[in-house]
C-alpha cells in the first residue's frame, strides 16, 4: 500500500515562495503518476499539477503555469511543488496524489494535505 505524506505547507506574503513536499511509503514511486490539487474553503477541489512516471512530463493548470515547478526525486522517494510568486488566492489545502494508470484519472492514493495561506 502506497502511503503520502505532505509537509512544507504554512504562512507566506504575496509573493513568496513555498516547496511543498510529498514523501512516499510503502511503495517506490517511479512506479506512480504523482498529481498535486488544492481546495479552498468553499470551492470544489482542483488539479494544479502533474508529472507522469515514464518521461517526466509535467502539466499545469493556467492558473499556476509560470509559477510553480513540479518534481519529483524517486531516489528519495518525493515529489515537490515549488511555488513562487504566491497570491491571495493560492491559499488553500494541497494534496498529492498518485496512480499508476494516468494524469488524467482518478487519483488511487492521497496524502492528508498541507495548509498553504498566502496574506499579508
Known amino acids: 500500500q502506497l502511503q503520502l505524506v505532505e509537509s512544507g505547507g504554512g504562512l507566506v506574503q504575496p509573493g513568496g515562495s513555498l516547496r511543498l513536499s510529498c514523501e512516499a511509503s510503502?511503495?517506490?514511486?517511479?512506479?506512480?503518476?504523482i498529481g498535486w490539487f488544492r481546495q479552498a474553503p468553499g470551492k470544489e477541489r482542483e488539479g494544479v499539477s502533474c508529472?507522469?512516471?515514464?518521461?517526466?512530463?509535467?502539466y499545469y493548470s493556467d492558473s499556476v503555469k509560470g509559477r510553480f515547478t513540479i518534481s519529483r526525486d524517486n531516489a528519495k522517494n518525493t515529489a515537490y511543488l515549488q511555488m513562487n510568486s504566491l497570491k491571495p488566492e493560492d491559499t488553500a489545502v494541497y494534496y498529492c496524489a498518485a496512480d499508476r494508470g494516468s494524469c488524467f484519472q482518478k487519483f488511487t492514493y492521497w496524502g492528508q494535505g498541507t495548509q498553504v495561506t498566502v496574506s499579508s
Open positions: 510503502g511503495r517506490t514511486l517511479d512506479d506512480y503518476h
Open positions: 508529472i507522469s512516471r515514464n518521461d517526466g512530463m509535467t
